[in-house]
């Protein structure tokens, strides 16, 4: 469990089904990372989003979203 020494704050985790999201995921761009490792696609101020996997690409939509609204996301 990686969150074990989490100790307070919202967090939510979803995992979808494989074919759920596949308009924003494409296995042709797949980066392995290592193995506790992580990537920013993005600095901001106001908000974090973490995501995985085939939600990578609708996640940032919804960063864009938010961004033209003023929230600054990471």
């Keep these: 469990f990686l969150m074990e020494n989490f ?43 973490i995501s995985v996997g085939s939600l990578v690409g609708l996640a940032n939509e919804v960063s864009l979203l938010l961004e033209k609204k003023g929230v600054s996301i990471t």
């Design 7 to 49: 100790e307070s704050g919202p967090i939510s985790i979803r995992f979808p089904k494989a074919s759920e999201d596949s308009k924003f995921f494409s296995y042709e761009n797949v980066q392995v990372l290592e193995f506790g490792k992580s990537r920013v696609l993005k600095k901001g101020k106001n908000l974090t989003i």
